[in-house]
């Protein structure tokens, strides 16, 4: 009998958060509307609130990656409007009564309840792409120290300089660099642009390993 614990990763892009799970030891399912031939588990092309609502109860915890477009600095430049989704996820993640998350920009702290920031830097990276988490069902999580952000980032666009942290962010130079600083070596552009590091969520999963006395039965 398979005893892993069953992770249900909605909006899942190009798999980072999965990856991190994966790495944890648990067993994990992707949903995303789009088509994602690069997720490196297995996957789902459905509607991610739908497939929760019909589903999410039958997986023992569940991550979830709403659009941040809504949130970005990019989309309130351009003035172009966008779903919220934080809200309507939360509400179908809380009638699964599974332990959750919700991970989002910075920027979308106003919509977010009592937030985790995660950091790059705190795990090794060289870049630091900060990232909230709103934990429910139960779940709870503790981040690692936060470090000061001594370096500075190198400006959109332009390859690393040295003593600089990276930005991977829009039409970025230095692709294999983040592949390798995030570990992230299956993505392409697109993907990294997106994801958070697989370091946040095996840090979560940890956690979530940690609350559930039968793993370490």
């Known amino acids: 009998m398979d005893t892993k614990f069953r992770v249900?990763?909605?909006?899942?892009?190009?798999?980072?958060?999965?990856?991190?799970?994966?790495?944890?030891?648990?067993?994990v399912t992707g949903i995303d509307l789009a088509p994602q031939p690069r997720y490196p588990f297995r996957f789902i092309q459905a509607d991610a609130l739908?497939?929760?609502?019909?589903?999410?109860?039958?997986?023992?915890?569940?991550?979830?990656?709403?659009?941040?477009?809504?949130?970005?600095?990019?989309?309130k430049i351009?003035?172009?409007?966008?779903p919220d989704l934080i809200a309507p996820t939360r509400t179908a993640l809380e009638a699964t009564g599974?332990?959750?998350?919700?991970?989002?920009?910075?920027?979308?702290?106003?919509?977010?309840?009592?937030?985790?920031?995660?950091?790059a830097a705190a795990f090794g990276m060289r870049t630091?792409?900060?990232?909230?988490?709103?934990?429910?069902?139960?779940f709870t999580f503790t981040p690692p120290l936060h470090p000061a952000h001594w370096a500075p980032l190198t400006k959109r666009g332009r390859p690393r300089a040295a003593g600089h942290f990276a930005h991977y962010v829009g039409?970025?130079?230095?692709?294999?660099?983040?592949?390798?600083?995030?570990?992230v070596p299956w993505m392409n552009r697109d993907g990294i642009r997106e994801c958070i590091p697989p370091a946040y969520t095996r840090h979560i999963a940890a956690a979530f390993l940690?609350?559930?006395?039968?793993?370490?039965a």
Not at 62 to 71: E, G, K, L, M, V
Not at 131 to 137: D, N, P, S
């Open 128 to 138: 630091y792409r900060h990232r909230l988490f709103e934990a429910g069902g139960g």
């Open 8 to 27: 249900l990763d909605l909006f899942s892009c190009q798999g980072g958060a999965g990856m991190g799970y994966h790495l944890a030891g648990l067993d």
């Open 171 to 183: 039409n970025f130079s230095g692709v294999q660099e983040a592949r390798t600083d995030m570990g």
């Open 78 to 82: 351009q003035q172009r409007e966008h």
């Open 98 to 119: 599974r332990p959750w998350v919700i991970e989002n920009v910075e920027e979308a702290a106003g919509e977010l309840r009592d937030p985790v920031t995660l950091c």
């Open 210 to 216: 940690a609350s559930r006395p039968e793993a370490t």
């Open 50 to 75: 739908n497939y929760v609502r019909e589903h999410g109860s039958k997986f023992d915890f569940i991550h979830a990656s709403p659009p941040c477009q809504r949130h970005s600095r990019a989309q």
